[in-house]
T-cell receptor, first 116, second 114 residues
Framework: AQKITQTQPGMFVQEKEAVTLDCTYD???????LFWYKQPSSGEMIFLIY??????QNATEGRYSLNFQKARKSANLVISASQLGDSAMYFC?????????????FGTGTRLTIIP | DSGVTQTPKHLITATGQRVTLRCSPR?????VYWYQQSLDQGLQFLIQ???????AKGNILERFSAQQFPDLHSELNLSSLELGDSALYFC?????????????FGPGTRLTVL
């Protein structure tokens, strides 16, 4: 079963608008972590934001925020006031609480294109 | 700049050959992870080392091996290369495991097998 699902293969958004990238996950663990990464066309993976399963408040980092709905098992990334430089692939990832195995499991990504 | 370094940036080689990819983690990070990103498989975890010891294995082929040295840098060895091994190989590092709220990636090594 897919552990991380990103249902939007591509999105087009007008510059300066807010955008929400969807991510749902599947785990039976109580303790886990959720990550978002940005991959521009140059290829590097840029860490954006982290949310722990026990964190009561949604994580925020500048223009990025994570809309964490634990009961629905969703961890959507919200980018406010989008900019042309936000055009990239975005990946959601999960780290489950298995000692000795802190790997990240990634979704298939969403390609975001910001339109001027 | 994530602080994770990887060399080389690009590698072009022929089928049947062997290559070594190198990674230096961020200062202070003891865990090193290797991931493969290919068009058909997406981003897949290969292997993790922690302070010199293998910690976890993912979908890593038997033709691939890795190690982490006392200075914490890591090498991923790929042998008997096939066309399908062409991919972007990432190294990532973090502080010790489950408490880590970040996992930083290096710039990647793009391997092309001809």
């Amino acid at each position: 079963a897919q552990k991380i699902t990103q249902t939007q293969p591509g999105m087009f958004v007008q510059e300066k608008e807010a955008v929400t990238l969807d991510c749902t996950y599947d785990t039976s663990d109580q303790s886990y972590g959720l990550f978002w990464y940005k991959q521009p066309s140059s290829g590097e993976m840029i860490f954006l934001i982290y949310q722990g399963s026990y964190d009561e408040q949604n994580a925020t980092e500048g223009r990025y925020s994570l809309n964490f709905q634990k009961a629905r098992k969703s961890a959507n990334l919200v980018i406010s006031a989008s900019q042309l430089g936000d055009s990239a692939m975005y990946f959601c990832a999960m780290r489950e609480a298995r000692f000795g195995n802190e790997k990240l499991t990634f979704g298939t990504g969403t390609r975001l294109t910001i339109i001027p | 700049d994530s602080g994770v370094t990887q060399t080389p940036k690009h590698l072009i080689t022929a089928t049947g050959q062997r290559v070594t990819l190198r990674c230096s983690p961020r200062s202070g990070d003891l865990s090193v992870y290797w991931y493969q990103q290919s068009l058909d498989q997406g981003l897949q975890f290969l292997i993790q080392y922690y302070n010199g010891e293998e910690r976890a294995k993912g979908n890593i082929l038997e033709r691939f091996s890795a190690q982490q040295f006392p200075d914490l840098h890591s090498e991923l060895n790929l042998s008997s290369l096939e066309l399908g091994d062409s991919a972007l190989y990432f190294c990532a590092s973090s502080v010790q495991g489950l408490a880590a709220t970040e996992q930083f990636f290096g710039p990647g090594t793009r391997l092309t097998v001809l």
